[in-house]
T-cell receptor, first 108, second 111 residues
Framework: GQSLEQPSEVTAVEGAIVQINCTYQ??????LSWYQQHDGGAPTFLSY????GLEETGRFSSFLSRSDSYGYLLLQELQMKDSASYFC?????????FGKGTRLHILP | NAGVTQTPKFQVLKTGQSMTLQCAQD?????MYWYRQDPGMGLRLIYY???????DKGEVPNGYNVSRLNKREFSLRLESAAPSQTSVYFC??????????FGQGTRLTVV
């Protein structure tokens, strides 16, 4: 089977940096993805890591350590519009299996 | 570019009724997925289709059936709806490992 663990909620201040961690247990692992979902909306893709290391896309970065079965999403220069839920997801064979999500609260 | 289109957007069913959720993508993707999302549970995979003509069970397939009608379309059927199937349903598609594109969701209530 497979399972993913991520914190249910994280709170940070506008302009700060926040890291959302994800640990996973799965066989046949291909890569780790991150998605953002605003209330009432659909998930949208943020990043994908197939190899160990850091991937940077603007204010967002994602890291993967395959040996530790661990990854994180780093959000810099937080803006109020970043208030949303963030999901890590394991790409396994043809499946995409999601964690339960982390609700990010941003304080002004 | 429409991306992934789901219909209907909202639906109320009575217990025991049947219905089909429709999904179509115009990106020529091979893989398509159906998820349900409940509060605090994240997105749970119901069924997926890795290519035209194939379908496989996901994490929570009981009470559902699917049809990959062609490369574009992947439908989800509830044969006899139950209140436990009240949820938001998302269809998604993907070409290969990496970015999946989601439809806007179907909010289903079973009373």
């Amino acid at each position: 089977g497979q399972s993913l663990e991520q914190p249910s909620e994280v709170t940070a201040v506008e302009g700060a940096i926040v890291q959302i961690n994800c640990t996973y247990q799965t066989s046949g692992f291909y890569g780790l993805s991150w998605y953002q979902q605003h209330d009432g909306g659909a998930p949208t893709f943020l990043s994908y890591n197939a190899l160990d290391g850091l991937e940077e896309t603007g204010r967002f970065s994602s890291f993967l350590s395959r040996s530790d079965s661990y990854g994180y999403l780093l959000l810099q220069e937080l803006q109020m519009k970043d208030s949303a839920s963030y999901f890590c997801a394991v790409n396994r064979d043809d499946k995409i299996i999601f964690g339960k999500g982390t609700r990010l609260h941003i304080l002004p | 570019n429409a991306g992934v289109t789901q219909t209907p957007k909202f639906q109320v069913l009575k217990t025991g009724q049947s219905m089909t959720l429709q999904c179509a993508q115009d990106m020529n993707h091979n893989s398509m997925y159906w998820y349900r999302q409940d509060p605090g549970m994240g997105l749970r995979l119901i069924y997926y289709s890795a290519s035209e003509g194939t379908t496989d069970k996901g994490e929570v397939p009981n009470g559902y059936n699917v049809s990959r009608l062609n490369k574009r379309e992947f439908s989800l059927r509830l044969e006899s709806a139950a209140p436990s199937q009240t949820s938001v349903y998302f269809c998604a598609s993907r070409q290969s490992n990496g970015e999946a594109f989601f439809g806007q969701g179907t909010r289903l209530t079973v009373v």
